[in-house]
């Protein structure tokens, strides 16, 4: 549904044989009141369509794929909050989002929950998206005014106000993407970490959101989603992540080792457009891992 604050957010209520939401649009039928409960603690994850879940492409025996929903209880959010007692996972995933909108979600929505924790789980491209002004749809946007963000784009319009307008050019890094791993790659060689203005936009929205969560008393960590030929070196996005974390003093995880720790005749069943039910699996205790690891919650 259209957002004037966000460009687009999931429909509430709704019930279906891919996925439910429930009547504030989160992933998954339970509803949540915004305060806790005695002794309860949160996570709030953002993210986009790995978090959300979207389906994942089904092959056997040299047949044409199937489109498979990933169930409620098996996305990684749901599997991470069984593991870990006492602990309520709150899943604000949004098919598309960059991490403009991640932030400005969990601005909006997320820190309601009074989460203890907060996860932004970024898929690499998260990061480029956060150039465009139009993905699909129109939607909010920062550009960097005399080192600091300033939001654009809002209130945005609605479809129905854009229908027959031309949408405005992506920026050539964003396309960069597009033309596959070899051109990947050689942005990778070519340019140094922070040098690229998408880059320094993307350094102050995580230093935006590190700043709003600790001032809520809250924790940050910043899982990183590769593609799925993780097999190769990193991601130009994730190793700019990782390089943030350290100087952000922010734990950063990211899934690239994990995936790459399943023998590798199972490897094929992690990714399929999107994650498999396997892929949530090792996501989900590769998160728990590194709360477990860095203390984030007290738990085990």
Known sequence: MHSPTLGW?????LRGEEFSTNSRGLRGSRELAYAKAPGERRIVVVGDSYTFANRYLYRS???????????????????????LSGVTVVNLGVPGYGTDQQLLYLREEGLRYDPDLVVAAVFVDDLLRAQLSFRDYAKPFFVMEDGRLVLGGVPVPEPSAMAGAEPPPAPLSYLLTLSGAAVREAVIRLAPLGALPVDRLNEAIFDSMRDDVRRHGSRLLVVVI??????ESPHRSERLLVEWGRRAGVPVLP????????????????????????????????????IRREGLLGVD
Do not use: C, K, M, N
């Open 9 to 13: 957010r999931p429909s509430p209520g």
């Open 255 to 290: 899934l690239r080792d994990a995936f790459s720790a399943v023998p590798s005749d199972e490897r094929g069943r992690l990714f399929s457009q999107h994650w498999t039910p396997l892929g949530h699996q090792v996501a989900a205790a590769a998160i728990h891992e590194a």
């Open 61 to 83: 025996g040299g047949r044409r794929g199937v489109y498979r929903p990933v169930p409620d209880d098996e996305v990684y959010t749901s599997r991470l909050e069984r593991a």
């Open 226 to 231: 590769p593609t799925e030929d993780y097999d």
